[in-house]
């Protein structure tokens, strides 16, 4: 079984930073594929970053490109994501996620789910 806990979460005005970290535990081969999703009040949850625990690539959604960073720490137990030059549209609810592999980038692909930490930027 794979359990994922965030932290890291606050609030922060435009064009700060915010570093998320989602500890990890359970078989390493039931979480080859890690990700970053977010979802905002009325909005579907959409996919942020991701990353193939083996080999570290990685792979961002265009908004997020250039200002978001993805990585994980050498016992692969340790996921980070972080937040630079955030904008109001970033405010959600950031959910880390967990899969056997790297499909599709999208919610149903991904089979285990933090709790969510919240992300708010102020103008």
């Known amino acids: 079984q794979v359990q994922l806990v965030e932290s890291g979460g606050g609030s922060v005005q435009a064009g700060g930073s915010l570093r998320l970290s989602c500890a990890a535990s359970g078989p390493l081969f039931m979480r080859y594929c890690m990700g970053w999703f977010r979802q905002a009040p009325g909005k579907e949850r959409e996919g942020v970053a991701r990353?193939?625990?083996?080999?570290?690539?990685?792979f961002y959604a265009d908004s997020v490109k250039g200002r978001f960073t993805i990585s994980q720490d050498n016992a692969k137990n340790t996921m980070f994501l972080q937040m630079d030059s955030l904008r109001p549209e970033d405010t959600a609810l950031y959910y880390c996620a967990a899969a056997k592999n790297c499909g599709m980038f999208q919610a149903s692909g991904f089979g285990y789910w933090g709790q969510g930490t919240q992300v708010t930027v102020s103008s």
């Open positions: 990353i193939f625990t083996l080999s570290g690539n990685t």
